[in-house]
């Protein structure tokens, strides 16, 4: 069965101190993992799509990597804005259009 | 474009009614999707359309539930009876395909069963 694991489940940090945030995933071939930032009593809004192990994406202080069994989401130098939960999410490769998501991450950027 | 559009916002029911949870997808997206959201089960496909036809219900919890998209602009979820475990906030989301593009969600649906 596929499965989505983020962690950690909740990340507090200062303005200014990077972190990253791991998608760990076990899926039979994977079409594409994709992450998404959620606000509080909003929908989900895209972020990235990652298709192969290797690549990596980028906007604003957001960075994605890909390998076989993880995704990361680095944040450089966050901000207040920053703060969100990050959701990750697969997609199999005999499942199109379904997404399967992570529990996600919470992530609190304090000035 | 608005984005994707849902109604009402909040619902307030009692036991044992009916619900209905509206859905105006982003003109062009051929494919719309339902999804469930609460803090136990997180984020849940629950059913998906292509071109106003159901592809795939797989995640549709029981009979109680039904989805339809009787047009390209609108899409109906409906629960009878409701019940309190179905509380939870329901995201409708559309795309121009099913691959690798983003879907974009609308605002939710908090529903609340008493």
């Known amino acids: 069965e596929d499965q989505v694991t983020q962690s950690p489940e909740a990340l507090r940090l200062q303005e200014g101190e990077s972190s990253s945030l791991n998608c760990s995933y076990t899926v039979s071939g994977l079409r594409g993992l994709f992450w998404y930032r959620q606000d509080p009593g909003k929908g989900p809004e895209f972020l990235f799509t990652l298709y192969s192990a290797g690549e990596e994406k980028e906007k604003e202080r957001l960075k994605a990597t890909l390998t076989k069994k993880e995704s990361f989401l680095h944040i450089t130098a966050p901000k207040p804005e920053d703060s969100a939960t990050y959701l990750c999410?697969?997609?199999?490769?005999?499942?199109?259009?379904?997404?399967?998501f992570g529990a996600g991450t919470q992530v609190v950027v304090t000035p | 474009d608005a984005g994707v559009i849902q109604s009402p916002r909040h619902e307030v029911t009692e036991m044992g009614q009916e619900v209905t949870l509206r859905c105006k997808p982003i003109s062009g997206h051929d494919y719309l999707f339902w999804y469930r959201q609460t803090m136990m089960r997180g984020l849940e496909l629950l059913i998906y359309?292509?071109?106003?036809?159901?592809?795939?219900d797989s995640g549709m919890p029981e009979d109680r539930f039904s989805a339809k998209m009787p047009n390209a602009s609108f899409s109906t979820l409906k629960i009878q009876p409701s019940e309190p475990r179905d509380s939870a906030v329901y995201f409708c989301a559309s795309s121009f395909d099913a691959g690798g593009t983003e879907q974009f969600f609308g605002p939710g649906t908090r529903l609340t069963v008493l």
């Open positions: 999410a697969v997609q199999a490769g005999d499942s199109w259009g379904k997404l399967q």
């Open positions: 359309f292509n071109n106003n036809v159901p592809i795939d």
